[in-house]
């Protein structure tokens, strides 16, 4: 993943109406409880990004049938004891999700499993689940205790657990209710903070139970789950990047369809529109994950404070939220975000250098960012605009691209299929 792209620059405003590809976090746990449950489930709309083809590829190994054509993906559900063993490891490429997922969701087979990922996936860090799996009796060796590759060893018994969450992670509390269904007894988790609720929802669509109150959760052995079929929503962190752009750049006027609006995702849409942005919601769909309809119009911006339980709402889209505040009149601050330093890059310290080779004044703090706007963008020396290899970050300097009187290239644009590849194709669908 290193070819350079030249970007779209000086924009004179994104116009028409556009279906962004599915959410991510859902089309990876759509294949997990797919895999778990009985019968053929199907799922239209679904992700076939990277990110998502790593996920299908692991559940191939384990014996899984699993089609695909164009944006549909049927599954043959094998249940929790279905799985057959894999002589290969498995390779997870730039994915947390998945590797985190899938840790808790085989944590209790009757043969050991090997994970590997990318370079970037290689240096995140995993003890974060495998302490608390361990806790529950599962048996993981990893590289130094915390990193790929890993393997899951054997094992016949899990026990339930009363724990709180140590780290506000929707990946480490998805790969604990995996395990704690398969575990003697009933767990309670206790989150941190309201981190995103698919997994939750998921099992319940499926027949599962799970009992929320507030920040509390308790799970117990599930009933057989049973096949489904539905259409995942829109991923509202590839659509923030064009409700961004469309806020930013004049003369816009973006219809973006049926995006999922899960209250737990929507944050990016609260923190804009309190910066004075001009968003619509409109044709609200409910269902197990709602979806809806938005219209985005340009507007002037105003900074804004971010920080606290608002942090794992946005986490996905606290890159573009610094660039909007580059644009935006005072001083945005970004605190409690040093999340955001073991992504796929260290997107405090990657966002902070890329966003200033553009001239912004932006300052990097241990766990967030101060940001001063507004500034113009535009190349302000010779060094290329580079995504690191983070999806996140070639994304949203495109968005910042459109801003630039001047051209800009992307070294290492390849990144975006880790979870939008088609974006550029839509970006000039709409330009
Ligand atoms: O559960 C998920 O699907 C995700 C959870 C978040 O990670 P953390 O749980 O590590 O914060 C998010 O950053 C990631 O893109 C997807
Ligand atoms: C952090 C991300 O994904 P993952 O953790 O699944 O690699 C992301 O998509 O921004």
Not at 51 to 74: M, N, P, R, S, Y
Not at 115 to 138: C, T, Y
Request: proline content about 5%; some cysteine; hydrophobic content about 40%.
């Amino acid at each position: 993943m290193t070819e350079s792209k030249a970007l779209p620059y000086h924009s004179t405003g994104l116009r028409g109406e556009l279906t962004v590809p599915g959410d991510k976090s859902i089309s990876h746990r759509s294949i997990m409880f797919g895999a778990l449950a009985k019968g053929t489930s199907e799922f239209k709309h679904f992700l076939l990004s990277d990110d998502c083809l790593h996920t299908i590829g692991a559940f191939e190994k384990l014996g899984v049938k699993i089609q695909h054509d164009d944006e549909t993906v049927t599954v043959e559900g094998v249940g929790l004891n279905g799985f057959r063993p894999s002589k290969d490891t498995i390779d997870l490429g730039n994915s947390g999700t998945s590797t985190r997922l899938l840790m808790g969701l085989f944590s209790k087979q009757g043969f050991p499993i090997t994970f590997s990922g990318d370079a970037s996936l290689s240096k995140r860090p995993m003890k974060r689940v495998i302490a608390p799996l361990q806790q529950m009796g599962a048996q993981i060796t990893a590289t130094d205790g915390d990193y790929l590759p890993l393997t899951i060893a054997s094992n016949h018994q899990l026990q339930a657990v009363n724990m709180t969450i140590p780290v506000a992670s929707a990946q480490v509390k998805s790969a604990l209710l995996f395990a704690a269904m398969q575990a003697e007894g009933t767990s309670v988790f206790t989150e941190l903070a309201q981190t995103r609720d698919h997994t939750e929802r998921m099992l319940q669509q499926f027949g599962g139970h799970i009992d929320k109150q507030g920040l509390q959760l308790t799970i117990g052995q599930q009933p057989q789950f049973k096949a489904q079929q539905f259409r995942v929503p829109g991923d509202m962190s590839s659509a923030a990047f064009m409700i961004a752009a469309a806020t930013l750049v004049q003369n816009s006027e973006l219809h973006l369809k049926q995006v999922g609006l899960n209250e737990t995702r929507t944050g990016f849409l609260n923190v804009l529109s309190r910066m004075g942005a001009n968003i619509e919601v409109e044709k609200v769909e409910p269902g197990s994950e709602s979806m809806g309809d938005l219209v985005i119009r340009p507007a002037a911006l105003h900074s804004t404070d971010v920080g606290g339980a608002e942090i794992p709402n946005v986490i996905d889209e606290l890159p573009l939220i610094a660039l909007a505040a580059t644009q935006a009149v005072g001083v945005t601050t970004i605190s409690g975000a040093g999340e955001l330093r073991v992504k796929e890059t260290d997107r405090i310290a990657t966002v902070t250098a890329e966003l200033r080779k553009l001239g912004a004044n932006i300052v990097e703090k241990p766990d967030g960012m101060v940001i001063t706007g507004p500034t113009p963008l535009r190349p302000t020396t010779t060094d290329q605009l580079d995504s690191h290899g983070d999806h996140r970050i070639g994304l949203m300097l495109a968005v910042a691209a459109l801003l630039s009187p001047e051209p800009l290239t992307l070294n290492d644009a390849g990144a975006i299929n880790v979870s939008y590849p088609s974006f550029f194709q839509d970006l000039a669908n709409l330009l």
